[in-house]
């Protein structure tokens, strides 16, 4: 079964940089995409960016490009957020998920008509808090 375990969450002032990171167990990147979802108090979990193997594939929510960036590193099955230019807003939760490989490609290729939801998909990390000060 899929493991996924996400890292490097924590405390920053409006402006600053995280890098999350999501390392993957049982798993052939390969055979699939893998997306960034985010979950603030009382909102519904909502998709950030997702990523193909070998970045044919990639997409970022209206919110977030220009500021976050994804990226992969196949071999280590593992899977990396950078996110700079953090905002109060961006407080949330957040999640990483192995999905269909074919979601991210249609997600990316119809620009968000397509939506980047959590709905089912089968395999998620337990989270990581990202929380930004004003």
């Known amino acids: 079964e899929v493991q996924l375990v996400e890292s490097g969450g924590g405390l920053v002032q409006a402006g600053g940089s995280l890098r999350l990171s999501c390392a993957a167990s049982e798993f052939t990147f390969d055979d699939y995409a893998m997306g960034w979802f985010r979950q603030a108090p009382g909102k519904e979990r909502e998709g950030v960016s997702c990523?193909?193997?070998?970045?044919?594939?990639?997409y970022y929510a209206d919110s977030v490009r220009d500021r976050f960036t994804i990226s992969s590193n196949t071999a280590k099955n593992t899977v990396y957020l950078q996110m700079n230019s953090l905002k109060p807003e961006d407080t949330a939760v957040y999640y990483c998920?192995?999905?269909?490989?074919?979601?991210?490609?249609?997600?990316?290729?119809?620009?968000?008509?397509?939506?980047?939801?959590?709905?089912?998909?089968?395999?998620w990390g337990k989270g990581t808090l990202v929380t930004v000060s004003s």
């Open positions: 998920a192995a999905i269909p490989r074919e979601y991210c490609t249609i997600v990316a290729t119809t620009g968000g008509r397509v939506k980047f939801e959590y709905y089912g998909i089968d395999y």
């Open positions: 990523i193909s193997a070998n970045e044919g594939s990639i």
